[in-house]
């Protein structure tokens, strides 16, 4: 079937990017969000994050009538879920947002609709989708993975958006997709759909393999992270530069490690792993020993920041990046913000933080005495010391005149490069 109306909820980061493309092709698209300060400001045209490229394709979609914005779903032929998936305090996965995006949809479905999980989430999260809309609508017949040739009227899937932030609309058509149904129609169902905008190959499975092989992904990179970190943990207190080890160590054919950096952050790594080791807790030791180092990162660089000379004197301290990554706004499970906290259990200096991509420090840091947010030019006159945690092209252009004199923490390696 050929989809003419599509109902994506939740316009975040990859919500809002999946439901403009899809309106820019033709499609007619109702995004809905909770937050109706959101809906407002998409209405208007104008995203409310940062993406390159997105104002201009969502002003485009909306002006054309393909996009609008609603606080409630309405009745359509596909449903995207791209709610966000936290963990708990004890790194179990946080299911209430999947649950509320399903309950809002339960009344509107209609037989030969195709509900589609976006959302990364733990194995078994799609089945569990297809348990609750069979609690709430028991005049519709939904799949069962058990049994995926048996006949019923809605289709559900899994298919996990793999795009990078900086990156969203490009990767979102040219990537490839993994499409795991709950029955053998429903991923050649979501195949349809996603071929209207993914010019990337499309593998079809099961719902359950999709889950593990998004998890898989990004646990692989964090592994690796965890690996780079760990050398910048043993080199950092000898006096030895870890980029000139990794540099020289992939000389080697057959090595490739990779760059260090102050954590790892944003709404994949930093979460997914914890996802497969809530899965199997007894059979996961490096998975979870990864996510161990990288989180134990922050605390390590906030021990170099408050053994500097300058710092040791009472000197300020500018923290430059909070985002996870260079040149968006996303602060989601940032490693930069972390640092920031460690820096201030350790030490009372002043602290001036410059991200110039947010307006207010996000709520951890704004209860924090004396850390406040500030521009480049006064933080770099005040402080003695200067810490880089996210590698923004505006710090790229500081001088070596701006910084001289001081001392300097590049988590990064930027300026080095």
Not at 18 to 26: I, K, M, Q
Not at 33 to 45: F, L, Q, R, Y
Not at 159 to 170: D, F, I, N
Request: hydrophobic letters at 45%; one cysteine or more.
């Amino acid at each position: 079937m050929a989809f003419k109306h599509v109902c994506v909820i939740g316009l975040g980061y990859v919500g809002l990017p999946t439901a403009a493309v899809l309106a820019s092709r033709g499609i007619r698209v109702t995004g809905v969000d909770v937050n109706p300060k959101t809906v407002e400001s998409i209405n208007a045209g104008k995203p409310h994050i940062i993406e390159p490229d997105l104002d201009m394709v969502v002003h485009g979609a909306v002006s054309k009538g393909q996009l609008q914005a609603r606080t409630e779903p309405v009745e359509a032929e596909a449903f995207i879920i791209a709610v966000p998936t936290p963990f708990t305090d004890d790194h179990k996965p946080d299911l209430s947002y999947l649950q509320a995006a399903t309950n809002a949809i339960a009344p509107v479905l209609k037989k030969d609709d195709l509900v589609v999980v976006e959302s990364t989430v733990p194995v078994g999260a799609t089945r569990q989708v297809g348990l609750w809309l069979t609690e709430l609508r028991s005049d519709l017949v939904f799949p069962d993975p058990a049994a995926p040739d048996t006949p019923h009227d809605v289709c559900i899937a899994h298919s996990p958006e793999r795009v990078l932030p900086g990156r969203v609309l490009l990767e979102l058509v040219r990537n490839d997709r993994v499409i795991g149904g709950l029955g053998h129609d429903c991923a050649k169902c979501t195949k349809t759909l996603y071929s209207t905008v993914v010019e990337g190959d499309m593998h079809l499975t099961t719902a359950a393999t999709a889950e593990l092989v998004k998890l898989s992904e990004n646990a692989y990179r964090d592994v690796n992270i965890a690996f780079a970190n760990e050398l910048a943990n043993v080199a950092e207190p000898l006096g030895i530069e870890v980029r000139d080890v990794i540099r020289l160590a992939n000389y080697h054919p057959r090595v490739k490690i990779l760059n260090p950096g102050p954590g790892v952050g944003g709404h994949c790594i930093a979460v997914d792993p914890w996802f497969i080791a809530a899965t199997a807790p007894d059979r996961t030791p490096l998975i979870q020993t990864a996510r161990r180092v990288n989180d134990g990162r922050p605390a390590a660089i906030a021990e170099q920041t408050a053994a500097l000379p300058s710092v040791q004197s009472g000197a300020a301290i500018a923290c430059l990046g909070l985002s996870y990554k260079a040149d968006i706004d996303d602060l989601r499970e940032s490693p930069s913000v972390h640092v920031v906290e460690e820096i201030r259990k350790r030490i009372s200096n002043t602290i001036l933080v410059v991200e110039p991509h947010v307006d207010a420090l996000p709520d951890p840091l704004a209860i924090l005495a004396d850390v406040s947010l500030s521009t480049l030019d006064e933080a770099l006159a005040k402080a003695g010391a200067v810490v880089l945690l996210t590698d923004h092209k505006v710090f790229l252009e500081i001088t070596g005149e701006q910084l001289a004199g001081m001392d300097i923490i590049d988590t990064r390696g930027a300026w080095k490069r």
